[in-house]
């Protein structure tokens, strides 16, 4: 199982020490973006540095910094001055598991978590005219013919591919992985009939299922996402799956409280603006609010549970 959803508690920045509301970066921010740009974690970080350059009355320049899975970029800002001036897009689950994965220029406690915006939940996705209608449908299937049934995904140790791990190892299965560099490839490798599930965040595939050129048989998320309320989760099919992306901000370790407790305030109050939340809709991204403490916690819990796989079933291929 793959569980790294913790109770949000609202009003957790409600009350601030005078000192994060006061604090005031004295120049533009650096925001480190591990990913190469035009991408939807790109896009999805130049969308809020706009609306927090309003909250800040600074500019927020984004810096591509990608390479080696995103060990590049957040390699980069583990080393930055932890003064607030330089923060850092962050995803899950490479974050966490590329140090489990290898000698990382990184580790989990080179950061301090701000906030967290983005959970993206994970998907199986199919055809229409697929014979599989649901979960159950697929596990027969597949132990029916083990090894035949092809999956994409967006690499060796992606969330999708962890997620699909999970799903064999609860259903006793096997399944044929087919890794891609991208959600655009595999939705191109799904369309051309080069494999029969696209194992996609939801936010990556709920325009094609709106459009009926996909289906999903069912999401990774512990409540359906309010964009597709029309889509069973795993857990509610009987597979205790929970996964999906984090995507969110981090400073380096040693940025002071106030200045994560300030940067945390002004990412919730741009999640609470309309026009924030229209483009997220626009850009079909599930919002997830979740403080300095929260989203620490969250990391952290995700990293055990990651490492608890990697020993049990390393996921090298």
Do not use: C
């Not at 809020?48 to 320049?61: D, T």
């Not at 002004?266 to 609010?289: E, K």
């Amino acid at each position: 199982m793959l569980t790294r959803r913790l109770t949000l508690a609202a009003p957790g920045l409600l009350a601030l020490p005078a000192a994060a509301q006061t604090w005031q970066p004295e120049r533009a921010i650096t925001m480190i973006v591990a990913f190469a740009p035009g991408g939807g974690t790109d896009v999805a970080a130049r969308t809020l540095a706009r609306f927090m350059e309003r909250e800040l009355g600074q500019s927020v320049v984004v810096h591509n910094r990608a390479g080696a899975g995103g060990e590049v970029g957040w390699a980069e800002l583990a080393r930055a001055r932890p003064d607030g001036l330089t923060i850092g897009f962050i995803n899950t689950p490479n974050l966490v598991t590329i140090p489990i994965e290898r000698q990382a220029r990184f580790k989990l406690e080179d950061f301090a978590p701000i906030a967290n915006v983005v959970d993206d939940p994970g998907g199986f996705w199919v055809l229409p005219d697929s014979p599989w209608r649901n979960l159950n449908d697929l596990a027969a299937a597949a132990r029916a013919a083990p090894g035949t049934i092809s999956y994409g995904t967006t690499g060796v140790g992606s969330d999708d591919h962890l997620a699909t791990l999970a799903f064999e190892r609860l259903t006793g299965t096997r399944l044929l992985h087919v890794p891609f560099n991208g959600s655009s490839q595999v939705r191109n490798a799904i369309l051309g009939r080069n494999i029969q599930i696209a194992a996609m965040n939801m936010g990556e595939g709920v325009g094609d299922f709106r459009q009926g050129v996909l289906r999903p048989l069912g999401q990774m998320a512990e409540t359906r996402w309010a964009n597709t309320n029309d889509v069973p989760t795993f857990r509610e099919q009987g597979f205790d799956v929970v996964d999906g992306s984090l995507r969110g901000l981090a400073a380096p370790a040693g940025t002071p409280a106030p200045v994560l407790q300030r940067l945390a305030a002004v990412v919730r109050s741009v999640m609470q603006h309309p026009d924030f939340v229209a483009a997220a809709t626009q850009q079909q991204l599930p919002l997830r609010f979740l403080d300095p403490d929260q989203h620490r916690a969250v990391l952290f819990a995700m990293r055990e549970n990651y490492q608890r796989m990697w020993t049990q079933h390393p996921w090298r291929e």
